[in-house]
């Protein structure tokens, strides 16, 4: 894929389009390389019929090169620099771990960001909510394969535009949920999950993970109130959660996914 000319997604002016990446190009990094050099380093991408390796990543022509700047410098960047990086560098780990948890579960120690500095709350949110963003706009592929992601809904698709464009608050039925990796395992610190998710009882859920961190969005009048409570922009001294990457409802997921996605020959051979 190349650069193009076209309307940018966000902005809306005509302008030589980048090849913007649904998750950040350099986490593909942070994976590959932790392979040491040792075996296979394609990533093993798995939709509902096909799960194939490839080297490539899932891309497509959406921002101009002002709007991709605007995302690094209001989110990415920051991001990018706290979740785990493969060799033992996880800052926000390191972060959370040296501070006293508000409260303790046996799945999970909470925390207030508030009252820890170097957590960059609105750089959390904004990095999350660009992803989801941009997983909800029709125009992602991988190889020859073409990605329906998300479907936020044109009512929260043009809230999330307007608050990424800094013209709205962030949506007012939406809450956001942060949750860092407590795992020494390389194996779970270099998960990555693409968005997906969909209707739950009366609200809509959706998640992605990347190397470390994961973010789960609830959308809709009807989110309930203990969501609501852990949402980490407008919580009561913005909570964040030391707790698994991984829950029931993923391992289900997974589970789904795998029973009817198609494995491609060269992912045979490998298994």
Not at 28 to 33: G, K
Not at 51 to 63: G, I, M, P
Not at 113 to 141: G, K, M
Request: with cysteine; charged share 20%; hydrophobic share 35%.
């Amino acid at each position: 894929m190349s650069q193009r000319l076209g309307n940018c997604h966000l902005c809306g002016n005509n302008d030589l389009l980048q090849v913007s990446h649904l998750l950040p190009k350099a986490l593909y990094r942070f994976v590959r390389a932790s392979h040491g050099g040792k075996g296979n380093p394609d990533l093993v991408y798995s939709t509902k019929t096909n799960s194939w390796l490839s080297s490539r990543q899932v891309t497509a022509n959406l921002l101009c090169l002002i709007c991709e700047q605007l995302f690094n410098k209001n989110g990415e960047g920051w991001v990018l620099n706290q979740c785990y990086r493969g060799k033992g560098s996880f800052k926000l780990q390191d972060t959370l771990r040296n501070c006293p948890p508000l409260t303790q579960s046996p799945d999970s120690l909470t925390y207030t960001a508030a009252a820890i500095p170097s957590i960059n709350v609105t750089q959390l949110v904004y990095f999350a909510s660009s992803v989801f963003w941009r997983a909800s706009v029709p125009a992602w592929q991988i190889n020859d394969h073409e990605l329906k992601v998300i479907d936020l809904g044109p009512k929260y698709e043009k809230q999330f535009l307007e608050f990424l464009q800094g013209r709205e608050g962030f949506p007012s039925n939406a809450a956001l949920r942060v949750g860092v990796s407590p795992s020494q395992d390389p194996r779970e610190l270099l998960l990555m999950i693409y968005p997906y998710g969909g209707r739950r009882e009366g609200y809509h859920q959706y998640r992605f993970a990347i190397p470390g961190l994961r973010f789960d969005l609830f959308l809709g009048n009807a989110i309930p109130p203990a969501l609501r409570e852990r949402c980490i922009l407008r919580s009561t001294g913005n909570l964040i959660f030391l707790t698994s990457l991984i829950d029931e409802a993923n391992l289900r997921d997974m589970e789904s996914l795998i029973s009817t996605s198609k494995p491609s020959e060269r992912l045979k051979y490998l298994s």
